[in-house]
Protein backbone atom coordinates (compact mmCIF):
# COMPACT_ATOMS: atom_id res chain seq x y z
CA UNK A 1 0.00 0.00 0.00
CA UNK A 2 1.35 3.49 -0.82
CA UNK A 3 0.27 6.64 0.85
CA UNK A 4 -1.13 9.70 -1.31
CA UNK A 5 1.82 11.80 -0.30
CA UNK A 6 4.24 10.04 -1.69
CA UNK A 7 2.78 9.74 -5.32
CA UNK A 8 3.91 11.62 -7.76
CA UNK A 9 2.08 10.94 -10.79
CA UNK A 10 -0.38 8.27 -12.51
CA UNK A 11 0.10 7.61 -16.13
CA UNK A 12 -0.55 5.43 -19.29
CA UNK A 13 2.19 3.21 -20.66
CA UNK A 14 1.43 0.90 -23.16
CA UNK A 15 -1.98 0.21 -22.44
CA UNK A 16 -1.15 0.07 -18.61
CA UNK A 17 -1.79 2.20 -15.85
CA UNK A 18 1.42 3.14 -13.84
CA UNK A 19 2.03 4.83 -10.47
CA UNK A 20 4.88 6.80 -9.89
CA UNK A 21 6.71 7.17 -6.52
CA UNK A 22 9.16 9.74 -4.79
CA UNK A 23 11.82 7.54 -4.97
CA UNK A 24 11.37 6.76 -8.96
CA UNK A 25 9.87 2.99 -8.18
CA UNK A 26 6.94 2.36 -10.68
CA UNK A 27 3.78 0.29 -9.87
CA UNK A 28 1.20 -1.05 -12.38
CA UNK A 29 -2.16 -0.68 -11.33
CA UNK A 30 -5.50 -2.10 -12.47
CA UNK A 31 -7.76 1.32 -12.24
CA UNK A 32 -8.11 3.40 -15.17
CA UNK A 33 -7.23 6.91 -15.23
CA UNK A 34 -10.63 8.37 -15.66
CA UNK A 35 -11.36 6.28 -12.66
CA UNK A 36 -8.56 7.58 -10.19
CA UNK A 37 -9.82 10.75 -11.57
CA UNK A 38 -12.78 10.77 -10.16
CA UNK A 39 -11.42 9.06 -6.28
CA UNK A 40 -8.54 11.01 -5.90
CA UNK A 41 -9.03 14.15 -4.09
CA UNK A 42 -9.27 17.37 -6.44
CA UNK A 43 -7.22 19.44 -3.74
CA UNK A 44 -3.97 17.01 -4.17
CA UNK A 45 -4.29 15.42 -7.76
CA UNK A 46 -4.80 17.48 -11.06
CA UNK A 47 -5.23 15.55 -14.54
CA UNK A 48 -3.17 17.15 -16.96
CA UNK A 49 -3.79 14.93 -19.99
CA UNK A 50 -6.29 11.74 -20.50
CA UNK A 51 -3.28 10.15 -20.19
CA UNK A 52 -1.82 11.34 -16.88
CA UNK A 53 -2.67 12.84 -13.61
CA UNK A 54 0.57 14.80 -11.37
CA UNK A 55 0.34 15.80 -7.47
CA UNK A 56 0.04 18.81 -7.22
CA UNK A 57 2.47 18.52 -4.31
CA UNK A 58 5.54 17.26 -6.66
CA UNK A 59 5.20 19.92 -8.97
CA UNK A 60 8.32 21.68 -9.21
CA UNK A 61 7.82 24.23 -11.80
CA UNK A 62 5.49 25.28 -14.84
CA UNK A 63 8.16 26.07 -18.03
CA UNK A 64 7.21 26.53 -21.45
CA UNK A 65 8.94 24.16 -23.99
CA UNK A 66 10.31 25.13 -27.66
CA UNK A 67 6.83 23.92 -29.27
CA UNK A 68 4.69 25.82 -27.33
CA UNK A 69 3.90 23.03 -25.03
CA UNK A 70 3.26 23.87 -21.11
CA UNK A 71 6.27 21.31 -19.78
CA UNK A 72 5.34 20.23 -15.74
CA UNK A 73 8.80 19.41 -13.60
CA UNK A 74 8.26 17.39 -11.17
CA UNK A 75 9.67 16.98 -7.65
CA UNK A 76 11.29 13.91 -8.76
CA UNK A 77 12.83 15.06 -12.10
CA UNK A 78 10.69 13.72 -14.36
CA UNK A 79 9.61 16.15 -17.30
CA UNK A 80 6.18 16.01 -18.67
CA UNK A 81 3.74 17.71 -20.95
CA UNK A 82 0.36 19.00 -20.10
CA UNK A 83 -2.02 18.43 -23.44
CA UNK A 84 -3.08 21.53 -24.57
CA UNK A 85 -6.93 20.02 -23.90
CA UNK A 86 -5.96 20.48 -20.45
CA UNK A 87 -4.46 23.70 -20.13
CA UNK A 88 -7.87 26.28 -19.76
CA UNK A 89 -8.88 23.35 -17.01
CA UNK A 90 -5.07 23.50 -15.19
CA UNK A 91 -5.43 27.35 -15.38
CA UNK A 92 -8.76 27.38 -13.48
CA UNK A 93 -7.73 24.40 -11.02
CA UNK A 94 -4.52 26.21 -9.91
CA UNK A 95 -6.11 29.82 -9.60
Do not use: W
Request: charge should be positive; glycine fraction near 4%.
Amino acid sequence: MLSLPQIVRFYTENGAVICETDNQHHYRIKERIYFLHNQLPKEMFLQISSAEIVNINKIDYFSLSKAGRYQINLTNGTLTYVSRRFVKTIKEDLS
